[in-house]
């Protein structure tokens, strides 16, 4: 597959690995309302909170939408087309490779986009996601009068770029029928199955059974269809369909056939399509209106609409769902995620994580009717916390920070050794089981004893302190521990593995 290049690409495409996990520290202060809904609003630079967010909730976000800076000759101080160009991959792609490994199994990534770099990023997640996992693109015509200040064109449209997780296993949900689409069902003909609609019973292709005449009502003889096609069903199912009543000959009996398609057997949906129009989705005008009745006093240049942002979450998630937005912003999708029941995190670095979102999402839990609110009935509830990026639980040399809690480095150890996030409590030395292992961790007094040498050493009483808080769980048990007081013979017999801390913690 083809690969795009760049000047600092070898240094990139590693970046994230580099990245720090660091503690991610609530503020109850900014927090509101049901701040354990599992709603999360993190101040911070998204790179190191996508990191951070990883042995939580690797694999469990089921969409994620991103709307990045479009590089439009004005994100960096200073322009220089090759350099800037350069900036912007450099940032987009360990973004995107972190993304990646939150996204669930059956989830999506939506990204929003323009001419700028919207080509340039659609090699480089065929590269991170996998060509195969393109899902299609979609137009947003964002704004609904030309820009008459436009030198070349006025730019209409913003792109959306869908990827998969895994392509064969994600489906979308299928978008509910207008009642425009609807009122081209009528029943003229009085049928007690209620409205239908008529298609042509034509085809295309040859079809051996497919020729035949076909007398009308009237007395009109009708060779084939109109364009020497042939007729899509054989003769006798033809007659079937019409002793059925589901053939209509038109008000005079003479008309070519059609069948009739009823409203109550067609799909209770319509399958997405790919071009969203500012009178379906809305447009710049409207979010900035949106955002104005909320912040009156900043308004900011690029904000999405709600009902774009509805669009995408009722496409691609259920109620409870997590959603993610990593470039928040002025909290749309936040907002919106939270309107429709879904649970949500979302990432911005800058001081309107606090003097914006806060506010933002405190009205919407407090009820706000603004946005999609009306058509979701809305009427408050729910509620986030509020996290700031905390120390990086590693040092540089990759051992244990100082002051590192037991609950933090848990999770981390759960997430190295089994790959998946930790849902436990981690109150206890016995962290849990996955494929048969057990893992338990002595640290930081978690059996009551901080002496050196004490709680933390792996000896035959904490042994069975570590058995006892693993309940029924009797396989193989992977412990980590300052140092083991048991010798190989030992933990052979018991079937443990011991890694000693700091040095068998792996940081990365």
Known sequence: MPTLSWMTREIDVKAADAVPYRLLERDDALSFGDADS???LIQGDNLEALKSLLPYY??????IYIDPPYNTRSAFEHYDDNLEHSQWLAMIWPRLELLRELLAEDGSIWVSIDDNEGHYLKVIMDEVFGRQNFLSTMIWRKNYSPKSTARHFSEDHDYILVYARDAERWLPNLMPRTEKQDKAYKNLDGDPRGPWKTSDLSARNFYSKGIYPITAPSGRVIERPPGGNYWRVAEEKFWEL????????????GAIPQIKRFLTEVKQGIVPQTFWSYEEVGHTQDAKKEVLA???SDVFITPKPERLIQRIIHISTKTDDLVLDSFLGSGTTAAVAHKMNRRWIGVEMGDHAVTHCVPRMRKVAEGEQGGISNAVEWKGGGGFAFYRLGQSVFGADGTIAPGIAFAPLAAHIWFSETGVPMTGAADTPFL???????LALLYNGILGDKRVSGGNVLTRNTLAMVRASAAAFAGPITVYGEASRLGPDALKAENIIFKQTPYDVRAR
């Open 38 to 40: 599992g709603n999360m």
């Open 58 to 63: 690797r694999g469990a976000v089921k969409c």
């Open 242 to 253: 019409d002793r059925d009543k589901r053939i209509w000959w038109g008000r005079d009996g």
């Open 294 to 296: 909320i912040s009156p």
């Open 432 to 438: 849990g089981s996955h494929d048969g292992q057990g």
